[in-house]
């Protein structure tokens, strides 16, 4: 066992944990940040997908010792002072879900994808998402979110509270 002290959410955080672990389950069971699921444990499916220094990673795979001195953000820490984010908003004024499982992972990837380029091309967009799968078979919703992000068309932020 060994101490691992990470940023979660814009919260100092600490686990005392084997090295090995994976991230979700240290997520999941010991940090209580269920939002983040379990799709297949072997980063396939990218349902467990956080954002690791900025960048999405699959968390089922992802050793803990990976996330020693890091950020990362699940998708609870998305929202910002009570606001959906950008993305979650446009997922919903698409209707880009049905069951949910494969929603935060979808959206952090695109959370991801649009900050580090804020128009990108439609090939742009299905490059950034491929490998998540929807069960549902979403995929023409989840790609119009994504465009409507990325074309401005959101609606007015909804605050949550």
Same mark, same amino acid.
């Given at each position: 066992?060994?101490?691992?002290?990470?940023?979660?959410?814009?919260?100092?955080?600490?686990?005392?944990?084997?090295?090995?672990?994976?991230?979700?389950?240290?997520?999941?069971?010991?940090?209580?940040?269920?939002?983040?699921?379990?799709?297949?444990?072997?980063?396939?499916?990218?349902?467990?997908?956080?954002? @690791? *220094? $900025?960048?999405?990673?699959?968390? =089922?795979?992802? !050793?803990?010792?990976? %996330? /020693?001195?890091? #950020?990362?953000?699940?998708?609870?820490?998305?929202?910002?002072?009570?606001?959906?984010?950008?993305?979650?908003?446009?997922?919903?004024?698409?209707?880009?879900?049905?069951?949910?499982?494969?929603?935060?992972?979808?959206?952090?990837?695109?959370?991801?994808?649009?900050?580090?380029?804020?128009?990108?091309?439609?090939?742009?967009?299905?490059?950034? @998402? *491929? $490998?998540?799968?929807?069960?549902? =078979?979403?995929? !023409?919703?989840?790609? %119009? /979110?994504?465009? #409507?992000?990325?074309?401005?068309?959101?609606?007015?932020?909804?605050?949550?509270?």
């Amino acid at each position: 066992m060994a101490i691992f002290r990470f940023t979660v959410n814009g919260q100092e955080r600490k686990v005392d944990t084997e090295p090995e672990r994976p991230l979700l389950e240290v997520l999941r069971e010991d940090l209580k940040l269920t939002g983040t699921k379990y799709g297949c444990g072997e980063g396939q499916c990218r349902a467990c997908t956080v954002l @690791l *220094d $900025g960048k999405p990673i699959v968390s =089922c795979v992802t !050793p803990v010792r990976t %996330a /020693a001195g890091k #950020r990362i953000v699940t998708i609870e820490g998305l929202a910002e002072g009570g606001r959906l984010h950008r993305v979650q908003q446009a997922f919903i004024d698409e209707g880009a879900m049905q069951c949910g499982y494969c929603t935060s992972g979808m959206v952090l990837r695109t959370a991801a994808l649009l900050d580090a380029n804020p128009n990108p091309t439609a090939a742009q967009v299905i490059d950034a @998402l *491929d $490998g998540s799968l929807c069960r549902c =078979c979403g995929y !023409p919703r989840i790609l %119009a /979110a994504v465009r #409507r992000v990325a074309d401005g068309k959101t609606r007015a932020e909804v605050r949550h509270d």
